[in-house]
């Protein structure tokens, strides 16, 4: 009895202490839900006129939600590559080396590259990696900034959206804890910046959206979406 007694008082301690972190996982899958969606409805107008069945790589696709909202409002075949395996949702991504994607040439319709290119040790290379396997259109996501103060308003909302949530992830038990090393920014961008590095890769910006609302007017951060299509072709 006094052994019945202490493992119930023990299952019941452990479903107490885990009880915070499944909570936490749950906020968590759902505000990476959200975000997907309100990504999606950003992404889809500049992918409309793509075929059904079309085959779009999400390059860094880190979780796999902007790839399966995608795939639930339009009829397309979305396949992830990143450099370590996070995703939650989807089947499990194509590892690669951050450099060489290991694809053929123009192996797919179009693509995305959402919030990636800070966390490239060569973002010019993986661009022209992207130029050589997507034949469309790339859709390009990318946090910008412009001077001192925004660069640290910018820091410090990508630490925030990047390694905070990566270790609150951790926590709950969603990724591993020795993954981390991929969310390290290495590169901080200015959108002339990254109209040049497009230009020098072969990259055209056919479109051009900086990012609604206050703090994009107000603060000079933004998150910028360009739609590159490839020079000479």
Do not use: W
Not at 169 to 190: C, D, E, I, W
Request: hydrophobic content about 45%.
């Amino acid at each position: 009895s006094a052994r019945r007694g202490a493992a119930r008082y023990g299952s019941l301690a452990h479903n107490l202490h885990r009880a915070p972190r499944v909570l936490l996982a749950r906020v968590i899958l759902r505000a990476l839900e959200l975000r997907a969606e309100q990504l999606a409805n950003r992404l889809l107008p500049h992918l409309a006129s793509l075929p059904s069945g079309a085959q779009l790589l999400d390059i860094g696709c880190g979780t796999g939600h902007n790839g399966a909202a995608l795939s639930l409002q339009q009829r397309m075949t979305v396949e992830g590559v990143d450099v370590v395996d996070l995703h939650l949702v989807g089947p499990s991504p194509r590892l690669f080396d951050g450099q060489r994607l290991p694809f053929g040439d123009r192996a797919f319709d179009a693509g995305l590259m959402l919030f990636v290119l800070q966390y490239s040790e060569a973002p010019g290379r993986l661009l022209a990696e992207a130029r050589r396997v997507i034949s469309g259109p790339l859709v390009v996501i990318q946090t910008t900034a412009s001077g001192a103060r925004t660069q640290g308003i910018h820091a410090l909302r990508s630490f925030f959206q990047g390694r905070f949530a990566y270790e609150l992830s951790s926590f709950a038990g969603l990724v591993s804890a020795h993954q981390g090393h991929a969310l390290m920014p290495k590169n901080a961008f200015g959108r002339d910046e990254l109209f040049a590095l497009f230009d020098a890769v072969g990259y055209r910006v056919a479109s051009f959206a900086s990012e609604p609302g206050m703090l994009s007017s107000s603060l000079g951060v933004s998150r910028d979406l360009f739609v590159l299509e490839a020079q000479g072709r």
